[in-house]
């Protein structure tokens, strides 16, 4: 499968640590499984994944000046985790397609899928208690936290789903469970692992949440602008599953600031016929844009942050991380 999904650029800046992840993930998969069991992992784990999250862990190991080879089970625990929620949450979402090829329940049906996701944590485990004293005992507890909270967050986002208003401070928060709490994770490991003190790590944790928020707020809008094929998967699915997502509350901020618009807009994205006609209205209302501008308000945040911990130079990974997913279209 192809394995690269980076411009070419971003590929040269992480040649060193981009291969040793691959490497690193494809050993997890232990030749003793049952085969029923190993192929859909290793299938799973050759799909194209851009590896956002053992990349910050490895980079923010390497911006406290620590040796990343080391951190790299760390990293892969953080990776399995993240393949995990994604087999899960296609299951929940009945979602068919996962980085451009079908979705492992598809492939191999719930029930086989459902035990990939939890070969995976243990899988993770295995890597992370590989992390050596004294940053095993707060590695494990971070880990932990962390899957405690993304269940929080996807439990939050399954309950408004239900539910007809959502305000943005909640959203705000269901999102900082379901998806920056890993990126926190990812970033607080690769700081442990590298010897940072007490108070940089908790710095590289908020780079971590913050580029977590602002990454779930484009995903919100990548499911509406992006092209399906370089997203790899179709658009629109939240729309069709009558989702609350950044790009709804927006939607629902922008009219209540513009009364007259509701004689020609519908209050409500369910309320459109079609994907098509609630996605131009988007367009026209300047909805795209404002969504946009707080993923960036977002990202800044992250370069604030991160300039506590280290020069904000070409040469510091996480830079180059955040400039990478500022310009995402998939
Ligand atoms: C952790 C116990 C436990 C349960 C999991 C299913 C679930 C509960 C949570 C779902 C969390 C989820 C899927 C959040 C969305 C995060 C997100 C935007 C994922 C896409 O990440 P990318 O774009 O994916 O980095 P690739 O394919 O590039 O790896």
Not at 163 to 180: F, H, P
Not at 200 to 205: D, E, M, P, S
Not at 220 to 249: C, H, N
């Amino acid at each position: 499968m192809e394995a690269s999904v980076f411009p070419v650029s971003f590929r040269e800046r992480f040649q060193n640590l981009l291969p040793a992840i691959d490497r690193a993930l494809q050993a997890t998969v232990l030749p003793h499984l049952p085969e029923n069991l190993r192929q859909p992992i290793e299938y799973f784990l050759s799909l194209p994944g851009k590896k956002i999250r053992p990349l910050l862990t490895l980079s923010a190991c390497e911006v406290v000046r620590g040796e990343w080879a080391p951190a790299l089970p760390a990293a892969i625990a953080v990776e399995l985790f993240h393949d995990f929620t994604l087999i899960h949450d296609d299951i929940m979402d009945q979602d068919a397609l996962r980085r451009g090829y079908p979705s492992l329940h598809v492939k191999y049906g719930d029930s086989l899928a459902i035990l990939v996701g939890d070969a995976l944590i243990g899988l993770a485990y295995q890597q992370l208690m590989k992390v050596p004293a004294p940053a095993l005992e707060p590695a494990t507890r971070i880990f932990t936290e962390a899957l405690v909270k993304v269940c929080e967050g996807q439990a939050l986002d399954k309950a408004f789903e239900s539910r007809q208003t959502v305000s943005v401070e909640e959203y705000l928060d269901m999102i900082g469970k379901k998806t920056a709490w890993l990126f926190r994770a990812a970033c607080a490991l690769g700081g442990i692992c590298g010897g940072g003190n007490e108070k940089t790590v908790h710095r590289l944790a908020e780079f971590g949440f913050h580029l977590g928020l602002a990454f779930q707020i484009q995903d919100d809008l990548l499911d509406v602008i992006a092209d399906p094929r370089q997203l790899g998967k179709e658009v629109g699915s939240d729309f069709r599953m009558d989702k609350k997502t950044y790009v709804t509350l927006k939607y629902q901020a922008v009219l209540a600031e513009r009364p007259e618009a509701t004689r020609t807009y519908p209050a409500q994205a369910a309320d459109y016929p079609h994907f098509d006609a609630f996605r131009q209205a988007l367009q026209e209302l300047g909805v795209v844009e404002a969504v946009q501008a707080d993923a960036d308000f977002y990202l800044r945040r992250t370069q604030e942050l991160l300039s506590t911990v280290a020069p904000l130079e070409e040469a510091n990974p996480l830079s180059a991380i955040t400039r990478f997913l500022e310009h995402r279209q998939y």
